[in-house]
């Protein structure tokens, strides 16, 4: 008989797990409290924008292997694997990662479960979580000891979702016991089979994987956003340093751009709940460490708008600007954490005027930021602005011809925060062109 799986959380993660155990073959239950969302995925669309995933959602809504609904009395003695995918956000006024929603997953799922059942936790959360969760399904579960906890994180980048969910780089399987193991290898048979590499380990390691990975990747970003400082004074060219240093195969050129920093749902957020659960182990030296990281990235936004504020020369009382991207890395309409944005924000809290543009994310901008204003095209933004800020890397930034957007501004000054324009084409058009960390 085919497995059944129920995916709990339907957002981001819970949309292309739900919609990628489908397509591996499975019977698939996604359940989620939105009802607005439950309906939206019931008719194969995805709740937010990821390349991919509508077609691959509609595509299995429509053979049936896959529905959603708001109710856990449907998957409770239903699904053979539940995967918990709700979110972990970082707690307001503190580090750590709240955990109110696993927890009310656990309220409503453990009265529920009745027969043996494998909950598989997906979510980023603090280590130790497994095994807490595992003692509540055990008092709170008319099935007790035979529900049993396992951890498998995710490692979806956005824009890349379905292809990770399809084909994962490595597959962490954090178990406490061998049938665990077998039955995550039968859920993972179709990537095992193509070749995903598969790490077999106890719960709290798995549990440590994804804020580890994610902690690494921040120290990459803000290791060479460092060096664009330097780069900076000693008048060096930090692109063609990450080139020259990413083709060490022990250094790779992977997150080795420099920019405005790191943002977004992940990283900010699991770096700082790592450190957050490293200081209640007691484990100083990683907080100190990824304190700096975090550091490093923050100041980034304060350094693309010293550069551009240097650039106009002037007050920024009574400017212009206009900043091309608010989501916070291109391919994506996700504005959490987004350097682009909080640099606009920033700026019009200084009294410029600040008109944004983003392909895809000017809907999610405006509800985080309603004050700023929002345009429809790069050229209704860049009309009559002072200075022009690049914040989001979107292909169509790059194509645009710096001769028709001089003919719109009121100065011809641009900051490429992203150092992804052709400095030279913007130069030869007559633009005064700065990229922090190139000369
Ligand atoms: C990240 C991890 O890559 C993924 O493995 C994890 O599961 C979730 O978090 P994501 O948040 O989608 O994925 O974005 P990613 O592409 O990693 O970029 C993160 C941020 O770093 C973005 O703001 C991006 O613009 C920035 N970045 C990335 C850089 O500034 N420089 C780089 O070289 C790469």
Redesign the pocket.
């Known amino acids: 008989m085919t497995l059944r799986i129920s995916v709990i959380g339907t957002n981001y993660l819970g949309a292309n797990t739900a919609a990628g155990m489908a397509e591996f073959g499975f019977e698939v239950i996604g359940v989620d409290i939105d009802e607005s969302r439950v309906k939206l995925l019931n008719e194969g669309r995805a709740p937010l924008f990821e390349p991919g995933l509508d077609p691959l959602l509609k595509t299995h809504t429509d053979t049936g292997l896959l529905r959603f609904t708001t109710d856990y009395r449907e998957i409770a003695d239903w699904a053979d694997v539940h995967f918990i995918c709700v979110g972990t956000p970082q707690t307001d006024g503190d580090y750590a990662a709240d955990l109110s929603q696993v927890s009310s997953v656990v309220d409503t799922l453990a009265p529920l479960l009745t027969k043996p059942a494998l909950v598989v936790g997906r979510s980023?959360v603090p280590v130790g979580t497994a095994a807490a969760l595992e003692r509540r399904f055990h008092t709170e579960s008319p099935a007790g000891q035979q529900v049993e906890l396992a951890w498998q994180?995710?490692?979806?980048?956005?824009?890349?979702?379905v292809d990770?969910t399809l084909h994962p780089d490595r597959l962490v399987f954090g178990v406490a016991s061998d049938a665990a193991e077998q039955r995550l290898r039968e859920v993972f048979a179709t990537p095992i089979a193509e070749g995903s590499p598969v790490v077999v380990s106890n719960r709290q390691t798995a549990e440590l994987v994804?804020g580890a990975?994610?902690a690494f990747?921040?120290t990459?970003?803000s290791f060479?956003?460092a060096l664009a400082e330097m780069c900076d004074v000693a008048g060096a060219d930090v692109s063609l340093l990450?080139d020259a240093i990413g083709f060490d195969a022990r250094i790779g050129r992977?997150?080795?751009?420099?920019?405005?920093?790191?943002?977004?749902?992940?990283?900010p957020k699991?770096l700082r709940a790592f450190m957050a659960r490293a200081g209640e182990l007691g484990v100083e030296e990683i907080m100190t460490f990824l304190r700096a990281v975090d550091e490093i990235n923050r100041r980034?936004r304060s350094r693309i708008i010293d550069v551009a504020h240097d650039l106009i020369g002037a007050e920024w009382l009574g400017r212009k600007v206009a900043v091309l991207g608010a989501a916070?890395?291109?391919g994506?309409d996700?504005v959490r954490?987004?350097?682009a944005l909080d640099i606009a924000g920033r700026i019009q809290l200084h009294g410029a005027t600040v008109t944004v543009y983003d392909p895809q994310a000017t809907e999610n901008a405006r509800l985080v930021r309603p004050t700023l204003t929002y345009a429809s095209s790069v050229l209704e933004a860049c009309q009559g602005a002072n200075v022009v800020l690049h914040l989001?890397?979107w292909p169509e930034f790059r194509e645009l011809d710096p001769a028709e957007v001089k003919a719109v501004v009121a100065d011809p000054l641009i900051v490429d925060g992203?150092l992804a324009l052709d400095a030279d084409a913007w130069r030869a058009a007559g633009w005064t062109f700065r990229a922090p960390g190139k000369p």
Do not use: Q, V, W
């Open positions: 980023t994180p995710e490692f979806l980048r956005e824009a890349h979702g990770d994804k990975a994610n990747l921040a990459k970003i060479i956003n990450a992977g997150m080795l751009n420099a920019g405005p920093g790191y943002g977004g749902g992940c990283l699991d980034r916070f890395k291109a994506t996700d954490s987004s350097p989001t890397e992203r």
